[in-house]
């Protein structure tokens, strides 16, 4: 049964519920090692130079790509989300424990050393936005379930 709570232009040709457009900023900020390493790979000369600027440290670096996984998942299986429901169901709590992660993350790097920065600062606000946006969107919630036919 389809979910009548949400207006019809939430819904596909399917009509199965749209991922909300901030869904897709989530994932990129999720991601954001991932979309660094695939700049730093396009800008072939400025690559090592790009990472050496956002990651000094190389361990941060391949530590970093590691909470970008379930993005990177979600990205892929969004578009045949009907195909794989149980993974799609599931790839929510995924997204948000890396969400978790990346939250803890940023206050841990301080925590050992690491300069405390606007950008920082900013990424942990992101961080505790994108959470809080993930755990009670209902909309995107809905776009999780299920579907019983």
């Not at 730093?40 to 361990?59: E, H, K, M, V």
């Not at 790509?65 to 045949?80: D, N």
């Not at 690491?114 to 994108?130: F, K, Q, R, S, Y």
Request: proline residues 6%.
């Amino acid at each position: 049964m389809k979910n009548t709570e949400f207006h019809p232009a939430h819904y596909d040709s399917q009509g199965r519920v749209k991922l909300p457009f901030l869904f897709w900023c989530v994932l990129l900020l999720q991601a954001r090692t991932w979309v660094l390493f695939v700049v730093a790979g396009a800008s072939r000369d400025q690559g090592s130079t790009l990472l050496n600027l956002f990651y000094p440290d190389r361990d941060n670096f391949w530590l970093g790509l590691l909470p970008g996984v379930p993005a990177v998942l979600a990205f892929l299986l969004s578009g045949r989300r009907q195909l794989f429901p149980r993974i799609w169901f599931s790839l929510r709590w995924l997204l948000i424990l890396a969400q978790v992660v990346l939250l803890c993350w940023q206050p841990l790097l301080w925590f050992y050393g690491e300069p405390l920065g606007g950008i920082g600062i900013a990424l942990v606000v992101a961080d505790i936005v994108a959470l809080l946006w993930l755990l009670t969107h209902p909309r995107l919630r809905a776009s999780f379930t299920i579907e019983k036919d």
